[in-house]
Structures are given as structure tokens and as C-alpha cells.
């Protein structure tokens, strides 16, 4: 899905490398709090990825999409 998304120009290219750098690591620490709570309950770990995934969809509506990409994406791989 990363892959097929918006060509990227030469103008936005940083701004994009930040984004992943920051989606990647966000998706990641969800990820890894959601295998820790994973261990207390389930329920909770369910609440807390429904949380993320929320804030996902916020962030899509703003000028992030990519990053809200990049989170959903490294979550569902955790």
C-alpha cells in the first residue's frame, strides 16, 4: 500500500522521510505497548489499537495522511 501511494516530488521528499521516520516509530511503540497489554487483557489491548487506529483516521484528515499510513501499516505487522 506505502508503495502505490502519491509519487513523491522532489519537494516533498524530506517532508515524506519525516513522515515514515515518524509513522514507522509511532506504529512501532503502539505496537509494542498493544503486545504488552496483550498480557494484562486482551479486551484492553483490542480498546488500545481501536485508540490508534482513531487516531489514524484524525490524522488522515489533516495534512499527515502519509504518516497515518505508516502507523496503521506497522501496527497491523506487530
Given at each position: 500500500?506505502?508503495?502505490i501511494g502519491p509519487i513523491s516530488f522532489w519537494g516533498n521528499v524530506l517532508q515524506r522521510a519525516l513522515?515514515?521516520?515518524a509513522g514507522t516509530v509511532?506504529?512501532?511503540a503502539s505496537g509494542?505497548?498493544?503486545l504488552r497489554l496483550e498480557l494484562i487483557s486482551l479486551p484492553v489491548m483490542l480498546v488500545w489499537c481501536g485508540l490508534v487506529m482513531f487516531f489514524c483516521g484524525y490524522l488522515t484528515l489533516?495534512?499527515?495522511p502519509?504518516?497515518?499510513l505508516l502507523i496503521g501499516i506497522t501496527?497491523?505487522?506487530r
Open positions: 500500500m506505502v508503495v513522515q515514515r521516520i509511532f506504529g512501532a509494542l505497548i498493544a489533516g495534512k499527515r502519509y504518516m497515518a501496527l497491523a505487522k
